[in-house]
């Protein structure tokens, strides 16, 4: 399927399919590991054969160590995320105009190397600019202040708190982040749609 109609993912907890195994330490260069159940994580497709391939977490591309996430660690990482946005046309944004930062005091190294491995930036930017991302975020403020007779900029607010109440769902995380953008932005402020 695809294109620019393409779903959410549909799957939840009870969906009998479960996703694929990651070699977190790729068994080409770590075979050893290959079948030890502490190498194993779950990993969807895209983000293990479409981004992290036989990418090594413990040495950069130069083979130099570097520092990564373990993923079955308990410790909850610190971190945070911000997006700019720097677009005002939306009728036709690119991932160019947006620039993700990713933000950890505690685990920069870390995150550094989560970003690399999985393209998390590129891909954050990719989906504020998607019908199914940012441009359908952006159009929902706009439609439910007219529903409910608010201005742009409260609906924001109220995007903003709900998405908030449920970070993890429906990649709310990265709403939150989007629509932060475009409040810092002004992208909102007025009373019409024509303040974007």
């Not at 990651?22 to 770590?30: A, E, I, R, S, T």
């Not at 990265?174 to 019409?192: I, M, P, T, Y």
Request: hydrophobic share 35%; charged share 25%; with cysteine.
């Amino acid at each position: 399927m695809g294109g620019p109609f393409s779903l959410f993912p549909i799957d939840g907890e009870y969906d009998p399919t479960r996703n694929a195994f990651d070699h977190y330490l790729p068994k080409g260069k770590y075979p050893f590991n290959s079948v030890n159940l502490a190498n194993l994580c779950p990993s969807c497709n895209k983000c293990n054969s479409g981004n992290k391939l036989e990418q090594d977490p413990l040495h950069d591309s130069d083979g130099k160590r570097r520092k990564a996430f373990y993923p079955f660690g308990n410790d909850n990482a610190d971190i945070s995320m911000s997006i700019k946005v720097h677009v005002r046309n939306w009728d036709s944004p690119s991932p160019e105009n947006f620039s993700v930062d990713l933000l950890s005091e505690k685990y920069v190294d870390e995150t550094a190397t989560w970003d690399e491995l999985f393209r998390i930036r590129k891909r954050y930017a990719a989906r504020c600019c998607a019908k199914n991302g940012g441009v359908l975020w952006k159009n929902r403020v706009l439609d439910e202040c007219q529903n409910y007779q608010l201005t742009p900029q409260q609906m924001l607010v109220a995007e903003i708190k709900s998405a908030k109440s449920a970070p993890w769902s429906e990649a709310n995380f990265l709403r939150v982040a989007f629509l932060e953008g475009c409040q810092n932005a002004g992208l909102f402020d007025g009373n019409s749609s024509e303040a974007i």
